[in-house]
């Protein structure tokens, strides 16, 4: 035993060593890199912010959630709609978005954690969907598909490079708070739920409540991605909240792999840059992602991220024998 | 007495699967229900796990009454059971099988920013030596052999500190050796721990060996209950069930 904990340790700060090193990266990155990819880093890591709440229901506890734009959306919309027909200050707008999306995630959720399997998933597009039209034909109150324009950042935001930093911070702190849960007791109960919800509630759980919880935890998290999409992207569209945004983060979860943390980071990230240098030179980029995809089900099923760690562990076992 | 039933109706559609069943366990007994396939066994211990409600009866624990509770609830109050299809965690280490247990017995599961990892170690180690499966703890669930399964199981149930502990076919798909096992493991339970169990089991070598009481269901109903000598003697139960076997 006492071996284990050492072992845990010493492995805790080699994946620590990337950890640091990669915010390294994105401390430097506004000198390194030009502003447009400053920009489409920026979208990563509010993309991956999205996908790691998608990821806390899908990969940890075992649903998929398929109405998460509503939630990301609502955020935007919340934000939005505040500060320019309010008027009201930023930072309070900015928590009530993530409050709006974690209201509603509570009065949707109550109706879907009673579902399993597909029909919790078709259940959440259903509502997702609903949320969607409401926002879309309420012409009057949310400007329909016009959107709401003029969603700016307090003045010492403005700027991409401080916008960039804001996001870069957020990110962190939200990824911190994520990983935490998922590696508390909390966190032990949704993986338990997710194996076995059965043998989980003769453990004297109440599986629908924690499912409720861990439900509005995401559509929080969603939120603040969202809230943080708006003053970046200067307006929010009905576009953010329609069914095929609720598929992006499925995509990237699958193809970075949903079984470990990070992996929705990375294909969130691999979708966006390549999505950002394909368009450059074609329109035809759903092929491409969809070959990708492909590939990645068939040849990757732990996904990019759980390839990678495999061959990792495979050559660290190597290292030993030998 | 630790479980009361009193007069426990439930039918299936045009099924009775359970027929005014009334019994009571004793605290500290090894309580065994048997009969044949389609007796009623699951049904009435669904009834009594919560995870069917009875269309008419009670139940009692410990002199509260339980009939409406959900599952989880009677969990808490002292009540859980292993399935007759090995019920375990898959993808989960033995060790973290156990730590759930644990997790939800000390009310610790909302806590949501400490590590789990620094939970109940030394009692986690406690249960694993208990079963004898200390060895694995860091294997998954599912590469373990059946007979171990069927150990973490009963391993993760006891790690909720259950009073009273329903089994389902405890020996079911076990070779000979594996049975034995668990059966003096279950023994050493009920006498270290204080423990009460009730079990559903076909292999009337372990209900005669271990049981110190014994209900009879036929057809829904229960023909017989008594000590094993009394059970053995029933006439009724001989013609409908034990045969010439016993």
Known sequence: ?322 | MILETKKLVKEFGKLLATNNVSFSVNKGDIHAIIGPNGAGKSTFFNLITGYHIPDSGKVFFKGKEITKLPSYRRCRLGITRSFQITSIYPKLTVYESILMALLSRHRVTLNLFSSADKYFREEVWSILEDVGLADQAHVNGDSISHGDKKRLELAVTLGTKPELLLLDEPTCGMSPEETESIMAMIKNLVDKKGLTILFTEHDMGVVFGIARRISVLHQGSMIADGTPEEVRASEEVQKVYLGGAA
């Not at chain 1, 035993?1 to 950890?19: I, R, V």
């Not at chain 1, 009673?114 to 109150?141: C, E, M, N, P």
Request: glycine residues 12%; contains cysteine; proline residues 4%.
């Open chain 1, 1 to 322: 035993m006492e071996a284990n904990t050492t072992d845990k340790k010493s492995s805790w700060l080699k994946s620590g060593w990337w950890l640091i090193l990669l915010v390294a990266a994105g401390l430097a990155a506004p000198y390194v890199i030009s502003e447009f990819y400053l920009l489409i880093l920026g979208e990563a890591l509010i993309m991956s912010l999205f996908a790691l709440s998608f990821n806390l229901l899908f990969g940890h506890m075992g649903q998929l959630p398929f109405g998460q734009a509503a939630f990301y959306g609502l955020g935007g919309y919340g934000i939005a709609m505040l500060l320019t027909k309010y008027q009201m200050n930023f930072w309070l707008s900015f928590v009530a978005g993530i409050g709006l999306a974690a209201l509603a995630g509570l009065i949707i959720g109550i109706f879907c954690v009673r579902l399993r399997g597909i029909y919790f998933s078709i259940l959440t597009l259903a509502f997702g969907q609903l949320i969607f039209v409401i926002i879309y034909k309420w012409h009057d109150f949310t400007g329909g598909d016009d959107g709401i324009q003029g969603v700016f950042p307090p003045e010492f935001l403005k700027t991409s490079v401080s916008y960039y930093y804001f996001v870069l911070l957020v990110f962190c702190i939200a990824a911190f708070i994520l990983w935490r849960i998922t590696h508390s007791p909390f966190g032990y109960i949704l993986k338990a739920m997710r194996e076995n919800s059965e043998r989980t509630e003769f453990l004297g759980v109440p599986i629908a409540r924690y499912q409720l919880i861990a439900f509005v935890i995401s559509a929080a998290f969603a939120g603040l991605a969202g809230a943080l999409w708006a003053p970046f992207y200067r307006s929010v569209a009905p576009s953010t909240l329609i069914w095929i945004k609720s598929g992006e983060p499925v995509m990237a979860t699958i193809l970075g792999g949903a079984g470990l943390f990070f992996g929705p980071v990375l294909g969130t990230f691999i979708i966006t840059f390549f999505h950002a240098y394909i368009l450059g030179f074609t329109h035809f980029w759903p092929i491409i992602m969809g070959t990708l995809i492909l590939i990645v089900i068939f040849f990757l099923p732990g996904g990019v991220l759980g390839f990678i760690k495999e061959k990792l562990d495979n050559r660290k076992k190597r290292g030993q024998q030998s």
